[in-house]
């Protein structure tokens, strides 16, 4: 159960963070409805008390390329199918100003970053905003909302201790 390691205000900040990243009502209700199913172990409990962060890495385990990416720093080709995923989930578009961006030359050209200012780009022409999140790892995650999600996200952030920026600054 969440609630034996997280606050209550925790736990409605991932669940807020689920609403605003999910695409549709019916996406988010079913990723609302898994987050509240976790169950953690003792051993979940003991690593993750006191560590709102954690919740962010359950968010993006339920919402993985539905309405979260997630993907190597490296790895430029998944990079491009899941935020062209996310944004089709979103009624948008995502070309990253070529014909073929799965195109092997295009990808051994472009890193992860640079890629990710190009999809912002394009997704703010559309009324959309392209987030990243710090994981401080080796890898990138994100995901799309409204540019009216913004406060909360800050709000958000600051709850579950973590540092989104959008996808013109990646992390």
Request: charged fraction near 25%; charge should be negative.
């Amino acid at each position: 159960m969440l609630a034996e390691c997280f606050s209550e205000q925790q736990i409605l900040a991932a669940e807020q963070l689920i609403a605003l990243v999910s695409p549709t009502p019916e996406m988010a209700a079913e990723h609302l409805q898994a987050f509240r199913e976790l169950e953690l172990d003792e051993d979940d409990i003991e690593e993750f008390e006191d560590d709102p962060k954690q919740l962010m890495w359950m968010v993006k385990d339920i919402a993985d390329w539905e309405s979260v990416f997630y993907v190597d720093w490296k790895d430029t080709e998944s990079f491009v199918q899941s935020v062209q995923q996310l944004a089709e989930a979103r009624d948008a578009q995502v070309t990253f100003g070529v014909d073929d961006p799965e195109d092997e030359d295009f990808l051994e050209n472009h890193s992860v970053s640079q890629l990710m200012v190009l999809a912002h780009a394009e997704l703010q022409k559309q009324g959309l905003v392209l987030w990243n999140w710090s994981t401080l790892e080796d890898c990138y995650s994100g995901f799309i909302t409204t540019p009216a999600a913004a406060a909360d996200l800050s709000e958000i952030a600051g709850i579950l201790e973590v540092q989104f920026r959008e996808g013109s600054e990646p992390f």
